[in-house]
């Protein structure tokens, strides 16, 4: 796997130290939002997108010193070995979620702003149930003109327009285990992608 990459990008630790910073602000913006209750009892549910947000989500979590509920949901627009994205698949979306949000703050969680279909169709179904505040997170964002039209509330880092893997990213399944964000050697994506 090691000989697959290409580049490192973000190392673990910058992602570790920025993911801090991103709770501290989450949790102070969420607190300024609950003034007429203690910001324990404001009801919060983050949405993350899965799969590639799983290590992103589970490292946050643990830095947001709040009460909440989670919620997974389930979208594809990457299949198999795309590096582009196919459109995007709600597969599990919403349905474990209540028909009424009203009164309950929702962050949605995402590894990767990219195109920006998914959050847009993420978050137009989700308004439609009336939350009392909707706010999105990615870990990263491409530097694509798509990409900077969606009005996300908190961004991990800003990169290149590259396909990237590892920290929850994959590429044909694998490499989310890697504890950074790295590009992959050329020739690795040519190989899987002629395999078909
Ligand atoms: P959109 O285009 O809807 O993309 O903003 C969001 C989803 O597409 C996937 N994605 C990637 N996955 N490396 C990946 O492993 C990438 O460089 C990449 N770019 C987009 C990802 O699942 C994200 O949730």
Same mark, same amino acid.
């Given at each position: 796997?090691?000989?697959?990459?290409?580049? #490192?990008?973000?190392?673990?630790?910058?992602? @570790?130290?920025?993911?801090?910073?991103?709770?501290?602000?989450?949790?102070?913006?969420?607190?300024?939002?609950?003034?007429?209750?203690? @910001?324990?009892?404001?009801?919060?549910?983050? #949405?993350?997108? *899965?799969?590639?947000?799983?290590?992103? #989500?589970?490292?946050?979590?643990?830095?947001?010193?709040?009460?909440?509920?989670?919620?997974?949901?389930? /979208?594809?627009?990457?299949?198999?070995?795309?590096?582009?994205?196919?459109?995007?698949?709600?597969?599990?979306?919403?349905?474990?979620?209540?028909?009424?949000?009203?009164?309950?703050?929702?962050?949605?969680?995402?590894?990767? *702003?990219?195109?920006?279909?998914?959050?847009?169709?993420?978050?137009?179904? *989700?308004?439609?149930?009336?939350? @009392?505040?909707?706010?999105?997170? /990615?870990?990263?964002?491409?530097?694509?003109?798509?990409?900077?039209?969606?009005?996300?509330?908190?961004?991990?880092?800003?990169?290149?327009?590259?396909? /990237? #893997?590892?920290?929850? *990213?994959?590429?044909?399944?694998?490499?989310?285990?890697?504890?950074?964000?790295?590009?992959?050697?050329?020739? /690795?994506?040519?190989?899987?992608?002629?395999?078909?």
């Amino acid at each position: 796997m090691q000989t697959d990459i290409h580049q #490192v990008l973000i190392g673990r630790r910058r992602i @570790a130290s920025r993911i801090q910073a991103l709770a501290r602000q989450i949790t102070a913006d969420l607190r300024s939002s609950g003034q007429r209750a203690p @910001a324990d009892d404001l009801p919060l549910t983050l #949405v993350p997108i *899965l799969t590639g947000s799983i290590i992103f #989500v589970a490292d946050l979590i643990r830095h947001l010193p709040l009460r909440m509920r989670l919620n997974l949901i389930s /979208v594809s627009s990457y299949p198999g070995a795309s590096t582009r994205s196919q459109g995007v698949r709600l597969r599990r979306a919403l349905e474990n979620l209540p028909p009424s949000l009203a009164g309950t703050h929702l962050l949605v969680l995402d590894d990767i *702003l990219d195109t920006g279909r998914t959050l847009t169709r993420v978050t137009q179904l *989700l308004q439609r149930r009336q939350p @009392a505040s909707l706010r999105t997170c /990615v870990l990263l964002r491409k530097d694509r003109p798509t990409a900077h039209n969606f009005p996300v509330n908190y961004v991990g880092f800003d990169i290149p327009d590259a396909f /990237v #893997v590892g920290f929850g *990213l994959d590429f044909n399944g694998h490499y989310r285990n890697l504890p950074d964000i790295v590009t992959l050697k050329p020739q /690795v994506i040519a190989r899987v992608q002629r395999r078909g």
